[in-house]
């Protein structure tokens, strides 16, 4: 069973500052990991799929990169509607398994 | 637009059975594989189930193997899951979640509104 791995658990950040949350896999998933995000209440949104691009109505401010078991999401300009909780997920083993990170909370400093 | 709606979550007894739906509308619901994911309250996500787009193709999370059933009627594109011997631990919002893979989207790029499964006695 891959595991993914989320860190830190909460980013304290302010407007405008950038943001950068990190997940690592425990073993190679390739380009297999998208992004989530999701705030009190509601569904989750897809953010980021292949690790990198950036899913239909997504700013720019979002960005991800990694690949192998090392991923980043990077929040550029942080904007009040950015805070929420982000989740990572390896399809790598798709269909049979999907495997979410734990979470980072990313909240206003 | 593409809208997923849950229903049929509530309160159950340990060991209990429930039967959860998911009415699937603004697209072609057959061509898509879809999931169950559930997310106890204040933890995170947990994929619980998928099904393929003709439902020939089906997989579960250990913790739910041999317990639940998920199942999809194309003509009334809607997904079920059978909950049974339902546990303290099965206690979470159940989404359903559409599968892009169709689109090249590759990630759940759709989610209903959730539904609550409380299982107390």
């Known amino acids: 069973e891959i595991v993914m791995t989320q860190s830190p658990a909460t980013l304290s950040v302010s407007p405008g500052e950038r943001a950068t949350l990190s997940c690592r896999a425990s073993?190679?998933?390739?380009?297999?990991l998208a992004w989530y995000q999701q705030k009190p209440g509601q569904a989750p949104r897809l953010l980021i799929y292949g690790a990198s691009t950036r899913a239909t109505g997504i700013p720019a401010r979002f960005s991800g990169s990694g690949s192998g078991t090392e991923f980043t999401l990077t929040i550029s300009s942080l904007q009040s509607e950015d805070f929420a909780v982000y989740y990572c997920q390896q399809y790598n083993n798709w269909p049979s398994t999907w495997t979410f990170g734990q979470g980072t909370k990313v909240e206003i400093k | 637009e593409v809208q997923l709606v849950e229903s049929g979550g509530g309160l159950v007894q340990p060991g209990g059975s429930l039967r959860l739906s998911c009415a699937a509308s603004?697209?072609?619901?057959?061509?898509?594989?879809m999931n169950w994911v559930r997310q106890a309250p204040g933890k995170g996500l947990e994929w619980v189930s998928y099904?393929?787009?003709?439902?020939?193709?089906?997989y579960y999370a250990d913790s739910v193997k041999g317990r639940f059933t998920i199942s999809r009627d194309n003509a009334k594109n809607s997904l079920y899951l059978q909950m049974n011997s339902l546990r303290a631990e099965d206690t979470a919002v159940y989404y359903c979640?559409?599968?892009?893979?169709?689109?090249?989207?590759?990630?759940?790029?759709?989610w209903g509104q959730g539904t609550l499964v409380t299982v107390s006695s």
């Open positions: 603004g697209f072609t619901f057959s061509s898509y594989e």
């Open positions: 073993q190679s998933v390739s380009s297999n």
């Open positions: 099904i393929s787009s003709s439902g020939s193709t089906i």
């Open positions: 979640a559409r599968w892009g893979g169709i689109t090249m989207v590759r990630g759940f790029d759709y």
